[in-house]
């Protein structure tokens, strides 16, 4: 059977946990197995947020050595990809080497600038024409635009900037290289063409010369190196951002009438399109034009998502710890009357708050709304805003680029919450469909078995890869 099966595996790296899956296709048929889990988190150190890189690596490779021992025997692994979150970067010399910590995307220090271009109306709309990505604290340009203002030898010191998927991609292969995706995350790519906008980078005051001109999805980066048990793998640039992996799993209807959310720490809620979503509205509706493996747009707003529960349920003692207390959590949360006023969903309260359940009480109690007394209030109250903020994304998209959506595709760990589907479905008044399935990693084999001429292109891998998933639809009630 191995020699007509083809191995594959994915590295999707989440800002909470990190997987790699072994991909294996055969027949036409991709079977999924992971072969390695672990936990991921940012530590503070001092003032600042940082992820710990070298742990990551070391997972990396441990996941890359059981994925190897996990084939059949005789059968080799053909290819391995990158996914991850968006936005957050080295910076490196020629060498190689680090010249600056890995901070993460919640860390304080771009709260600054993003006040100061937010209070610059002109400069702000100059931004967001050049480069389709509206003001928002995880950018990578405020990020890079505070390290050189902070440390400003940092622009003698570094000669490449890399994202986190970039970063490990050369680890593996010797090679530096943007990609296209993860760089459509950092508010300084063209969004009129696949390379950098040097008036972006000039107002940020960052140097050009740590870009290279990204490379599209499916380039071929080298064999991987150093790691014997992989030898003759190839390392493909595949998305490297892990929504633009997780849109591509979609079973979408090949019209363009499917909303897309992935759901996770946060809900992407976008389309595909060849044009991008721009104008006055589009920035106030915050509408991330991000791009697609071969460079054309997935028109998206992040609604703040699922770390406001991850986030509440630190603050309660009986939290669920397995599938059983989650299920017990939802049916409890269902039965209560829906809550009188929803969130208003601010990144700016939510976005890192010390205790998540104090700044949502907060809000309430400045509302002169009635707080939640316990979990269950908090998880209803939580799914039914976010249910809402999905639903008005929707909306914005519908009237800025003159769509209408038939039905909502949902994937990621959202997609197994009835409650946050059902709400989504009634404050849409659209099908939620909820596809059972891996997306992030689903798209980043995608994408390499379409490199390796495994499959023609994404739209077939769609058409056979929909007949495999598992799906519930939730029909919109009340
Ligand atoms: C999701 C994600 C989002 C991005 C956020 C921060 O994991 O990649 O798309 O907005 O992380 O980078």
Redesign the pocket.
């Known amino acids: 059977m191995s020699v007509k099966s083809l191995h594959c595996a994915a590295i999707d790296l ?2 909470t946990s990190g997987r790699v899956i072994l991909g294996t296709w055969s027949r036409s048929r991709l079977t999924l197995r992971e072969v390695h889990r672990f936990p991921n988190q940012f530590r503070s150190l001092g003032a600042h947020d940082y992820w710990d890189i070298a742990g990551l690596w070391h997972e990396i490779q441990t996941g890359l050595r059981l994925a190897a021992a996990a084939l059949p025997r005789g059968a080799r692994l053909a290819s391995v990809g990158v996914d991850c ?3 957050d970067h080295v910076l490196l010399n020629d060498a190689g080497r680090l010249v600056f910590p890995a901070h993460a ?1 919640r860390d304080a220090r771009t709260q600054a600038g993003l006040a100061r271009l937010d209070a610059d109306a002109a400069a702000l709309a100059r931004v967001y024409a050049a480069t389709g990505i509206p003001n928002v604290f ?1 950018n990578s340009s405020l990020q890079l635009a505070e390290a050189v203002a902070s440390c400003p030898a940092l622009t003698d010191l570094a000669t490449r900037c890399l994202f986190l998927p970039d970063y490990f991609n050369f680890l593996l292969s010797g090679r530096m290289a943007n990609e296209v995706t993860i760089a459509s ?1 950092t508010q300084l790519l063209d969004v009129r063409s696949t390379d950098w906008s040097r008036a972006t980078l000039d107002h940020f005051r960052l140097p050009p010369s740590w870009f290279t001109a990204p490379v599209l999805a499916g380039t071929r980066l080298g064999r991987v190196k150093h790691l014997p048990e992989l030898a003759g793998a190839t390392v493909i640039a595949v998305p490297g ?3 633009a992996c997780a849109y591509d799993a979609m079973p979408a209807a090949a019209d363009g009438s499917d909303l897309y959310i992935s759901s ?3 809900s ?1 809620v976008g389309f595909e399109s060849e044009t991008p979503v721009l104008g006055p509205e589009a920035l106030a509706a915050r509408v991330s034009n991000e791009r697609t493996g071969d460079g054309r747009y997935r028109p998206l707003t ?1 609604v703040i998502g699922l770390w406001m529960l991850e986030g509440t349920l630190k603050d309660f003692a009986s939290r669920p710890t397995n599938d059983r207390g989650w299920a017990a959590l939802i049916a409890a949360a269902e039965k209560l009357p829906a809550p009188p006023a929803l969130l208003d969903l601010a990144f700016a309260e939510f976005g890192n708050p010390t205790s998540m359940r104090a700044a949502i009480a907060a809000q309430l109690k400045r509302r002169k709304l009635p707080v939640p007394k316990n979990l269950a209030g908090y998880t209803r109250l939580i799914c039914d805003s976010l249910g809402r903020g999905h639903a008005e994304a929707m909306r914005a998209f519908e009237r800025l680029a003159d769509r209408r959506f038939r039905r909502i595709l949902m994937v990621g760990g959202g997609a197994k919450n009835r409650l946050l589907c059902q709400a989504t479905a009634n404050a849409a008044r659209l099908p939620v469909v909820a596809c059972e399935l891996e997306g992030t990693a689903v798209g980043n084999l995608a994408s390499q078995l379409i490199a390796l001429k495994a499959v023609k292109n994404l739209a077939a891998f769609r058409e056979i890869f929909a007949r495999q998933i598992k799906t519930t639809t939730y029909a919109p009630k009340g």
């Open positions: 989440g800002a979150w968006g936005c995307y995880y995350t951002h892990d929504t996770g720490t946060w992407l992040n």
